[in-house]
């Protein structure tokens, strides 16, 4: 999987419960492997954004069981308990991993160099020191922010 098709899958996903379309991605050989490491809880708000990730995996194509697999682990936003189950996920060798938080981001990419991060929720990427620049963010981490600072001022005017 390169990753033009890794952006694509978790930017199709819905991993933020946006309703995104995108071309189907074909079937691999072997099931690939997903980690996803929640900085919230494993709660009725957790629940409602993993089924949107997967609800998007299944409308390009990724369906658990067939094509991938999913491991979950929830970080109820205490840090020690994030860094406990980053170093359980990345032993496990996934294809990806997904991070939903900043605090996430930042452990996982402490963690490995090697396997993919996406992450998602995080609201200053550069400035967190997860990527060099959005539009290059060299490394094994990438992802998106739907948050821009610029807009903070036109919010305030209205």
């Not at 109820?76 to 189950?85: L, P």
């Amino acid at each position: 999987m390169n990753r033009r098709e890794l952006i694509t899958l978790i930017g199709s996903a819905g991993a933020t419960a946006s309703v995104c379309r995108s071309v189907p991605l074909h079937a691999q050989d072997r099931t690939r492997q997903i980690s996803v490491l929640m900085g919230i809880a494993d709660d009725q708000e957790g629940q409602k954004r993993v089924a949107a990730f997967r609800q998007g995996l299944r409308e390009v194509g990724w369906a658990e069981g067939r094509n991938v697999g999913f491991q979950y682990r929830w970080g109820a936003g205490d840090v020690d308990n994030i860094r406990a189950q980053a170093t359980q996920l990345i032993a496990l060798r996934p294809d990806l991993v997904l991070a939903n938080s900043t605090i996430v981001a930042t452990v996982l990419k402490q963690a490995t160099q090697t396997i993919p991060i996406v992450f998602v929720q995080v609201a200053d990427p550069v400035r967190d020191g997860l990527v060099k620049s959005l539009a290059h963010p060299g490394g094994n981490i990438t992802g998106f922010t739907s948050f821009e600072y610029a807009m903070g001022g036109k919010w305030l005017r209205y």
